[in-house]
C-alpha cells in the first residue's frame, strides 16, 4: 500500500492531532488535581478561602 507524500502528510496529521488532543485530556485532569490538592493544602496552612 503506496501513499503519496499529500496522503502521508494528511494522514499524520490526523494522527498527529488525536495525539495531542489525548496529551491534552490528560493534562487537564492532571493540572485539574493538582489545583484541588493544592488549594487544598493552602486552605490547611493559612486558612484562606481560594477561590
Known sequence: ???TP???LFYGGIAG???V???A???VIVM???R???RRR???EYGCCLK
Do not use: H, W, Y
Open 1 to 3: 500500500m503506496d501513499f
Open 21 to 23: 488532543a489525548v496529551i
Open 17 to 19: 492531532m488525536a495525539v
Open 36 to 38: 484541588k490538592r493544592l
Open 25 to 27: 485530556i490528560i493534562v
Open 32 to 34: 485539574g488535581t493538582s
Open 42 to 44: 493552602m486552605n490547611e
Open 6 to 8: 499529500g496522503e502521508i
